[in-house]
C-alpha cells in the first residue's frame, strides 16, 4: 500500500503561482496513476488533474486547463501540481491521490481514488 503526503500549500494572492508536492512512501508510484483532487468548504471534492503511469498523458478539469500542470518524478516517487494564474475560487484543500495500481484506466472523479494523503490548504486572496 502506497503512503501519500502533500506538502507546497499556503496563501497566495490572486494572479500568483504555488506548486504542490505529493511524496510518496511504501511502494514505487511508477505502478500508479496519480491524481489531484480538491475540496473547497460546503462543497464536494472535485477532480482536478490526473497522470498516467510514466506521464505522457494528462487529464485537467476544464476550470484549471490552461493553468495547472500536473507532473511526476518516478525516480523520487514524487507528484507535483505547478498551479499559476491561482484565482479565489481556486481555495481549497487539495489531495494526492491514487487508484489501486491493478486499474486500467486513470480516474476522473474522487471515487475511483484508493488511497489518499492528508492534504494540503490553497489558499487565494482576492
Known amino acids: 500500500q502506497v503512503q501519500l503526503v502533500e506538502s507546497g500549500g499556503g496563501l497566495v494572492q490572486a494572479g500568483g503561482s504555488l506548486r504542490l508536492s505529493c511524496a510518496a512512501s511504501?511502494?514505487?508510484?511508477?505502478?500508479?496513476?496519480m491524481g489531484w483532487l480538491r475540496q473547497a468548504p460546503g462543497k464536494e471534492r472535485e477532480f482536478v488533474a490526473a497522470?498516467?503511469?510514466?506521464?505522457?498523458?494528462?487529464y485537467y478539469a476544464d476550470n484549471v486547463k490552461g493553468r495547472f500542470t500536473i507532473s511526476r518524478d518516478n525516480a523520487k516517487n514524487t507528484v507535483y501540481l505547478q498551479m499559476n494564474s491561482l484565482k479565489p475560487e481556486d481555495t481549497a484543500v487539495y489531495y494526492c491521490?491514487?487508484?489501486?495500481?491493478?486499474?486500467?484506466?486513470?480516474?476522473?472523479?474522487?471515487?475511483?481514488?484508493?488511497?489518499w494523503g492528508q492534504g494540503t490548504q490553497v489558499t487565494v486572496s482576492s
Open positions: 491521490a491514487a487508484p489501486r495500481d491493478s486499474v486500467s484506466y486513470i480516474p476522473l472523479s474522487a471515487g475511483g481514488y484508493d488511497y
Open positions: 497522470i498516467s503511469r510514466i506521464g505522457t498523458r494528462t
Open positions: 511504501g511502494r514505487t508510484i511508477s505502478t500508479y496513476y
